[in-house]
């Protein structure tokens, strides 16, 4: 049994129950499986398959096509849309091969609310289709959890068998501690029920929580309600169990055990909790650890992390180039690029040349390479010598770095490098409000001659909060924190990668919490020496100020896992020549040669050789002597007074004969030998109690050649004989190459022979065999670990702002049929990537994906799709190698093959259409403001427009509680253009007569609060379609916030534009003739209190309905009514105005 929707028989709506599992065998693609149950109600139900696939059911039984169903088990999750109970029984599965249903089309999700990567075999990220899901799309969520997800119910990956990253939007509503306190809960279909996943970061600007959790499930984010006993909660929310009772531990905080990373580093956080500042502007710390970690002042792996931009150092030392962009900056260890992805490490390349980025003054717009949430990082000053940084986030909370009021520098939060700035610290955030925080740095520049002569330390020493800014001023917050360091740490480092020697040699040993100067409360650090001279924090302790002094409230202590302590002694170890235990080398290793030269130098069993060679060379020399110029031939035999010229090769051979490797992959060296006779033997190298090394017997290796290593060497000399002197050069060229070695080339432990020479290289092998002989293979595929081929590695896009993307367009069927589809899919003029193209219905592809390139275009075409009301057609794009290069023109249509020519009273065609001929932009988008900002409205009248039918041009103006969300007032200004106008309305009214004063000038808003915040839209309305696509209204909405009056930003929102695109009935047009004179048309309506019953059934007593009639004649209108339908307690009404 199902039970849904807080049935009495599963009060906490648990979703244990919620998940069917079914067994399919032998799956056939060409048929579909029939559902069917009993439910105790009419209620529509949501049926899940498989965690993916969505279908609405309004009777017991739906037909899912075998596209949404795979061999073995399956899942059905059943879900109840309204959150009425409901009860499930009798679910039955058969097969059938009547026409599936088709599964709903669910909204994408917006990446401000939710964000999936999955992790790849090399460590980078891909993103996968995610989704935004209403109540009954998912499992039930049981009362012990209460959900704060942003924009959705829950959200759903795409991803499936593989563990991916998500970061979830929640409330922004929720205070900083219950943004600490939120989880993300991910549905595991194995125990049909929500797993809490470990939350690894939570990013408090955009407040969103990130996780790892697995791939093709849902998700969400929940605070966990903790009542003394669920059940009770469940039925007696109001019990005073509900009321906690004190604990001897409130106050204190605690920290959980350490968790592993994706890295496989131990992490702890113990945050640091602190007095609540004026609208959650505090400032969060948090004393955190990681096994990776380094050298800290709060001890080694431990930090308290500060804000800051800086200069990024690993593309060099910057050089701080006064006419060109050099640097590259981080914000808090993100990689920031200028508009269109401009960095200073990657010019532009333009042929064989690039164009590297000028350095501009005045403010410059940075961006994050990627994008969590509204963001603006702005660069402000003209030279490194004077620049200061501004982000300001979307609830236009400032940040400034390097200055206190985005104006003037602040000199104690920037680090120098001589005239060049290389880091801005945080040094105030301020909130809309003009609450602010203060942050205060110390330098210590005094250091004696030495390593840290003209050093320089920097670290955070104060936060000040609560303090204020306004037109009067500047107001010190009460509430400080204050770091108490000292100076000295043992293993302080000193770095230079900035461009200045950075000494960081403090420990913090208090932080101190104080409210008007007196002492609040304080945490100690316990700093202790540790292994290898590292300081160690053995605990931390939180201290209160008492009437009788500092009183100590709760301690933490920290145990560590690591290398015992180390002690060492002084002994010494003689060393042989060689290893006893190897045995005597045999005769037979060496030829004659060697075994004659044994007394005089013994071999090594850890490396001998034996090499032969030879060498040769000739002379020829001319000379001159007086005393034999007049006999005609005189031997002489010297060299003086002779010019020489000699030539001399040599050529060597050197073959190892003993060498230790280890060749069985046991860990332990072997002795490997060759005898004179060229047969390979090893002796394995065996380790006897825990320490001594002895050698087993001789074991073969089967491999013919020798392990040797060829050289030769080429010398010229011409030189000149005098009687007293020598003169000459000599040229000489050598050359070595190992004609086979040794080599563990696929890492299984086991040698390899690599053989070299002619041309080619070539690996052999290595595999043991069950006698323990080496024996050696061209192929690895009979070794522990097999070499395989894989595909040549692609270059990664050089533009990270392009990201490979699927485009989906869809038709809906208006009504039953069979249809036909036509297009031609074509790459356009001087694009040369390739695309992939297909077209499908609901789940089973009409046309499967085919590639489309630049040489050969595709026509997309197919008849006789039978189609049912509510089918869906999807015309996929889709990029096939890189997503570079792929500009597609693809214009596909559907057309009914009968009964489809029926056009509405302005000429569209409500049946056969094609993209271009539907395409329209309109959407019910808004634009967020303050209330009290000042907003200037460019209306971007369309030009050369004639009104069809009398138009309403509407601006709805809807108020929001800042804090709670709820709308505190709604306003609406009209503005009309009749038909036949061609002039576009300026003056907009509400109900009441009031214009919206900000059309055309900057001005404020009418609102109830100062303090609120402002929703603008924007939609056309008509009594009937016209041609929608011929109106283009284009408002241009600037925004100024007061603090910052010379700075706007300017919106651009989309229109929504009301289109009656459904059908429902259609008798054709009628056609008069006759005389001129009047002529009315009416609808002759009856009235049905069971029909009505049911439209208005959704709706409040005394809401309305309207519906219009309209005669239009040359594709404009001749009259029109409205029919006002209001809802009663017994009797719906109907009123007809004109």
């Known amino acids: 049994m199902v039970l849904l929707g807080g049935h009495p028989s599963d009060a906490l709506n648990k979703p244990v129950d919620d998940v069917v599992e079914f067994e399919v065998l032998n799956l056939d693609m060409t ?647 060229g047969t390979k033997m090893y002796r394995p190298g065996i380790i006897l109690g825990t320490s001594d090394l002895t050698f087993g017997e001789f074991t073969p290796i089967k491999y013919n050649g020798s392990f040797a290593t060829h050289s030769s060497s080429n010398q010229l000399t011409l030189d000149w004989t005098g009687k007293v002197d020598f003169r000459g050069i000599s040229l000489t060229n050598s050359h070595s190459a190992p004609l086979r070695s040794f080599a563990d080339y696929n890492s299984d432990g086991v040698l390899d022979v690599l053989e070299q020479g002619f041309g080619k290289v070539q690996v052999r092998f290595g595999r043991i065999g069950d006698d323990g002989a080496l024996h050696f293979e061209s192929s690895s595929e009979n070794t522990l670990n097999p070499v395989l081929k894989g595909q040549e590695v692609s270059s990664a896009p050089s533009d990270i702002n392009k990201e490979p993307i699927e485009i989906v367009r869809y038709w809906k069927a208006p009504k039953d049929g069979t249809v036909s589809i036509s297009g031609t899919a074509s790459c356009v003029s001087g694009a040369e990537g390739t695309v992939k193209v297909a077209v499908q219905k609901n789940g089973v592809f009409e046309l499967p994906f085919t590639q489309v390139t630049s040489s050969s275009a595709l026509n997309m075409a197919k008849s006789n799709i039978s189609v049912t009301k509510g089918d869906i057609l999807m015309f996929r794009t889709h990029y096939n190698i890189d997503g570079y290069e792929d500009f597609i023109s693809w214009n596909p249509a559907v057309t009914y093959t009968s009964g489809a020519s029926i056009k509405d009273g302005a000429g569209n065609a409500y049946f056969n259409t094609s993209y271009s001929s539907g395409f329209l932009v309109s959407s019910p988008s808004t634009v967020l403001v303050n209330a009290d900002d000042e907003i200037e409205l460019d209306l971007g009248a369309p030009t050369g427009y004639t009104a069809k039918s009398d138009l309403h041009f509407v601006i709805r103006q809807m108020e929001l509680d800042a804090t709670t969300g709820d709308v505190i007032d709604e306003k609406r200004y009209v503005g009309v253009m009749t038909q036949g106008n061609n002039t576009f309305p300026t003056s907009f009214l509400d109900a009441n007569g009031a214009s919206a004063t900000f059309i055309g000038q900057k001005d404020g808003m009418n609102v109830v609060d100062p303090n609120s915040q402002v929703l603008l839209s924007f939609e056309v309305l008509s009594t009937s379609n016209i041609n929608w696509q011929d109106l283009q209204w284009r408002p241009v909405l600037r925004v100024t916030n007061p603090n910052c009056p010379d700075v706007s930003v300017s919106q651009y929102p989309v229109v929504d534009k009301v289109v009656y695109n459904e059908l429902l009935e259609n008798d054709g047009y009628q056609s008069y003739s006759g005389s001129t004179g009047t002529l009315e048309a009416f609808a002759d309506i009856s009235i049905n209190q069971a029909d009505l019953g049911d439209l208005m059934q959704d709706f409040s007593v005394g809401e309305e309905v309207v519906a219009y009639l309209t005669t239009k004649s040359g594709g404009k209108t001749l009259s029109e009514k409205a029919i006002v339908i209001t809802k009663k307690i017994s009797g719906h009404t109907i009123e007809y105005k004109t």
């Open 31 to 677: 048929q579909s499986a029939r559902i069917s149950f009993h439910k105790s109600t009419s209620e529509t139900v949501g049926l899940t398959i498989n965690g993916q696939h969505f279908f609405e059911v309004d009777g017991t039984s739906a037909v899912v096509p075998s596209a949404c169903l795979m061999e073995g088990t399956n899942t059905l999750l059943f879900a109840s849309p309204l959150g009425h109970p409901v009860a499930i029984l009798d679910v039955q599965f058969d097969v059938t091969v009547a026409k599936a249903n088709g599964a709903s089309v669910l909204n994408s999700a917006l990446e401000s609310n939710f964000i999936a990567n999955a992790f790849e075999s090399d460590n980078a990220r891909s993103s996968d289709l995610s989704f935004a899901l209403k109540s009954h799309q998912t499992a039930a969520i049981p009362l012990s959890l209460s959900n704060v997800t942003r924009g959705a119910t829950a959200y759903r990956s795409a991803a499936s068998d593989k563990v991916i990253t998500v970061k979830i939007g929640v409330q922004r509503t929720l205070g900083q501690s219950q943004l600490r306190e939120a989880q993300v809960m991910y549905f595991d279909y194995t125990s049909h029920s929500w797993q809490k996943a470990f939350v690894k970061g939570v990013d408090h600007e955009n407040f969103m929580v990130e996780a790892d959790v697995p791939g093709g499930t849902d998700y969400f984010a929940a605070l966990i309600k903790t009542p003394e006993m669920p059940e009770a909660a469940a039925f007696m929310p109001t019990a005073i169990s509900d009321l906690e009772p004190k604990t001897p531990a409130e106050g204190i905080t605690l920290i959980q055990p350490p968790t592993a990373n994706q890295q496989g580093d131990a992490n702890v956080s113990y945050p640091l909790s602190l007095p609540p500042g004026r609208q959650g502007m505090a400032p969060q710390l948090a004393l955190s650890y990681s096994s990776s970690g380094g050298e800290s002042w709060c001890g080694y792996g431990w930090n308290i992390a500060t804000q800051s931009i800086s200069v990024d150092t690993r593309w060099g030392v910057p050089t701080f180039d006064q006419n060109l962009e050099t640097e590259v900056y981080s914000l808090d260890g993100q990689s920031l690029h200028g508009q269109n992805g401009d960095k200073a490490n990657r010019p532009k390349i333009n042929g064989n040349s690039y164009d590297p980025a000028i350095r501009e003054p005045g403010p410059q717009n940075f961006f994050t390479r990627t994008q969590g949430g509204y963001r603006t990082i702005v660069r402000y000053g003209d030279t490194p010598g004077n620049y200061y940084w501004v982000v300001t986030d979307a609830n236009q909370t400032k940040f400034y770095y390097g200055t206190k009021d985005g104006k003037v520098a602040d000199l104690q939060s920037e680090l120098r490098a001589g005239s060049n700035i290389t880091q801005w610290y945080l040094s105030r955030v301020e909130d809309k409000w003009g609450n602010v925080i203060d942050y205060t740095y110390t330098k210590d520049t005094q250091y004696p001659a030495g390593i840290r002569e003209n050093g320089t330390a920097m670290w955070l020493s104060k936060i000040t909060y609560t303090g204020f800014v306004d037109q009067a001023g500047y107001t010190p917050g009460k509430y400080t924190v204050e770091f108490v360091t000292s100076k000295g740490r043992v293993d302080d480092r000193i770095s230079m990668n900035k461009g200045l020697k950075l000494i960081d040699d403090r420990k913090l040993t208090d932080v101190v919490i104080k409210y008007d100067n007196q002492e609040v409360k304080r945490f100690k650090l316990d700093l202790q020496a540790g292994y290898f001279n590292k300081t160690k924090l053995a605990g931390i302790s939180e201290w209160h100020e008492g009437a009788t002094g500092s009183e100590k409230f709760y301690e933490h202590t920290f145990d560590y896992y690591g290398s015992n302590e180390l002690t060492y002694t002084e002994k010494t170890i003689a060393i042989d020549h060689r290893n006893a235990d190897a045995g005597t080398i045999p005769d037979e290793m060496d030829g004659w040669l060697g075994r004659a030269m044994r007394g005089t130098i013994p071999p090594s069993v850890l490396s001998s050789s034996s090499t032969v060679g030879w060498k040769g060379g000739r002379r020829y020399g001319v000379g001159y002597d007086s005393d034999y110029s007049t006999i005609p031939f005189a031997p002489k035999f010297d060299n003086l007074n002779t010019l020489g010229y000699q030539y001399s090769r040599g050529d060597n051979l050197s073959i190892t004969k003993h060498q230790m490797l280890d060749v069985n992959g046991d860990g332990i060296p072997d002795i490997v030998m060759e005898f004179a006779t």
